[in-house]
């Protein structure tokens, strides 16, 4: 999916105020996208917050570190396996709906003849 620039609107505030800004923060490669910043400064604050918190709970810096090092990328990980998973249903949706049109063609029936 290309993302696309778009305006980004604030009716009301200021008469109506709008600008565009760009989807890419920085253009190096295939670029480095602003919800990609976003994802990264919150998992930053919430490593930082967990690090404060730990006292509380009686939690080691070695034990949270540890937890982050493994939970970080296991969860990217399975994220990405279920999106795999929902995507090879998509893809298999869409090849069984073209084999019933294929079967419709081949035994000549009309949408509307079924």
């Given at each position: 999916?290309?993302?696309?620039?778009?305006?980004?609107?604030?009716?009301?505030?200021?008469?109506?105020?709008?600008?565009?800004?760009?989807?890419?923060?920085?253009?190096?490669?295939?670029?480095?996208?602003?919800?990609?910043?976003?994802?990264?400064?919150?998992?930053?604050?919430?490593?930082?917050?967990?690090?404060?918190?730990?006292?509380?709970y009686g939690i080691t810096e070695d034990d949270l570190?540890?937890?982050?090092?493994?939970?970080?990328?296991?969860?990217?990980?399975?994220?990405?396996?279920?999106?795999?998973?929902?995507?090879?249903?998509?893809?298999?949706?869409?090849?069984?709906?073209?084999?019933?049109q294929m079967e419709e063609a081949r035994l000549g029936?009309?949408?509307?003849?079924?």
């Open positions: 999916m290309i993302m696309t620039d778009s305006p980004i609107r604030f009716p009301g505030l200021f008469g109506d105020w709008a600008f565009t800004a760009s989807s890419k923060a920085i253009n190096i490669g295939h670029g480095i996208y602003w919800y990609g910043i976003i994802i990264a400064c919150g998992l930053l604050l919430a490593v930082l917050f967990c690090l404060r918190q730990r006292k509380n570190m540890d937890c982050i090092l493994w939970g970080i990328p296991c969860g990217i990980i399975s994220r990405r396996m279920h999106f795999s998973r929902c995507y090879v249903y998509r893809l298999l949706d869409q090849a069984c709906d073209r084999l019933c029936l009309k949408k509307n003849e079924k």
